[in-house]
């Protein structure tokens, strides 16, 4: 396991069989799959989230769904993915110099991923990645479409960036690693190369993102001319502010790092506490009572309506009506998965290699889980006859226009 001293003190025992390199490709592979089954499943419960995305339909009703061209993408990463690992394993045989030594193969199988993506390959679905570039470029600047051009598909985008923080991260130290003279992609990863700059920049650039798209929708609803019907834009400052609660938490968290005696420590620690215990509960209100439309934390009367179960909704897609209630919970779970860090059998965990990657693949979970309930929310929010008030102090929010997620397509 790692920390084991029988290992080399440069290579922990899961990265010898897993490097980084691998890991942040095998959750990029994940998120693909991941799509293609929420389109999948939202496609057999009569969900068109290629409408909501605003991404053209198909020609004709002959033609196979969209998910089956994101299957086909998901299909040929899995084997880059899985000839690449396997290789590297038989070369490799978890031999610390071999491991090393072998870094090429990691870094090729990257290589190859981004062409994946981005390079005009006959074989593999065009319109999708050419959707998704011109998505990721309109969002990478914090950039929102407006609603009729696709402007669900950004939010999605951009949320699902955010719960990809920390693989980014994770592959800004990888090439650091490798620029760095005499370093290796493919040792334990020094945590360290870039780790008090750029890594806390790079986690930090998703929700700047999303609080700039807030903000311009804000000043949409400002400039809009029927203000009665849009609300004066409530709703999208108080998201803005959910957003800009992950910014103490990254600050805090490198000062804990990098805070070199014990008092210091203990303050930084206790600042991260409450900074992650704000932006942890505020994040899982937003989820169940915007994003999904729920009605747990609104009023009694909303709350105990006999119209619908308790604390949901009247209108509800998914069965049986528990899987509600069940996934309310994952959520808050998930949210939280920083309080193992607070227990005194597991606060090591989350600081070995193999503990990092499960906290990142759980939010990847999260977030896969989350896209479901919010695109049923919106779907629902436009096949409904009327519009909510945009205002953060109604807790019934229905607004057709007030979307809080993230896309892509293929």
């Not at 592979?29 to 499943?41: E, K």
């Not at 339909?57 to 196979?64: L, M, W």
């Not at 049923?376 to 229905?398: C, H, K, M, P, Y």
Request: net charge neutral; with cysteine.
């Amino acid at each position: 396991m790692d920390g084991d001293p029988a290992v080399e003190p440069e290579l922990d025992s899961f990265s010898l069989t897993f490097p980084l390199p691998y890991r942040v490709g095998f959750l990029v592979t994940l998120a693909v799959w991941g799509w293609g089954l929420n389109l999948h499943y939202l496609y057999l419960h009569k969900v068109d989230v290629p409408f909501l995305i605003r991404y053209p339909a198909r020609a004709s009703p002959h033609h196979k769904p969209h998910h089956y061209s994101t299957y086909r993408l998901a299909t040929v990463l899995s084997g880059l993915f899985g000839v690449s690992i396997v290789l590297f394993w038989l070369f490799t045989w978890r031999i610390p110099s071999r491991v090393v030594a072998y870094e090429w193969l990691p870094l090729t199988y990257l290589a190859a991923l981004v062409a994946a993506f981005f390079l005009p390959i006959r074989d593999l679905p065009g319109p999708g990645r050419r959707r998704l570039l011109s998505v990721l470029r309109r969002v990478s600047i914090g950039g929102i479409a407006e609603a009729k051009d696709g402007k669900f598909g950004d939010i999605l985008m951009a949320d699902v960036l955010t719960s990809y923080a920390k693989v980014g991260g994770d592959l800004y130290v990888a090439l650091c690693m490798f620029l760095t003279p005499g370093g290796s992609s493919t040792q334990r990863p020094d945590r360290d190369c870039g780790g008090t700059v750029m890594v806390p920049i790079l986690m930090a650039i998703p929700s700047m993102i999303r609080f700039r798209q807030c903000i311009i929708e804000y000043l949409r609803v400002r400039r809009a001319p029927y203000k009665e019907s849009t609300g004066w834009g409530g709703q999208h400052l108080a998201n803005a502010l959910k957003y800009s609660t992950a910014f103490p938490v990254i600050i805090t968290s490198t000062a804990l790092r990098s805070a070199s005696d014990d008092a210091a420590k203990a303050a930084w620690n206790r600042a991260w506490l409450c900074a992650v215990l704000i932006n942890s509960l505020y994040s899982f209100y937003w989820d169940v009572t915007k994003d999904w439309d729920l009605t747990l934390f609104c009023s009694r009367r909303e709350r105990d309506s006999p119209h619908h179960p308790w604390a949901l909704r009247d209108r509800l897609l998914f069965r049986p009506v528990n899987v509600y209630y069940l996934v309310i919970v994952l959520d808050l779970m998930l949210r939280c998965t920083w309080t193992m860090k607070l227990s005194p059998h597991l606060d090591k965990f989350s600081d070995f290699e193999s503990g990092i990657f499960l906290t990142q693949f759980l939010e990847v979970f999260r977030r896969w889980v989350w896209v479901f309930f919010r695109t049923e929310a919106e779907w629902f929010r436009n096949s409904s006859t009327g519009l909510g008030v945009d205002d953060i102090l109604l807790g019934n929010f229905q607004g057709k226009d007030d979307d809080d997620d993230d896309d892509d397509d293929y």
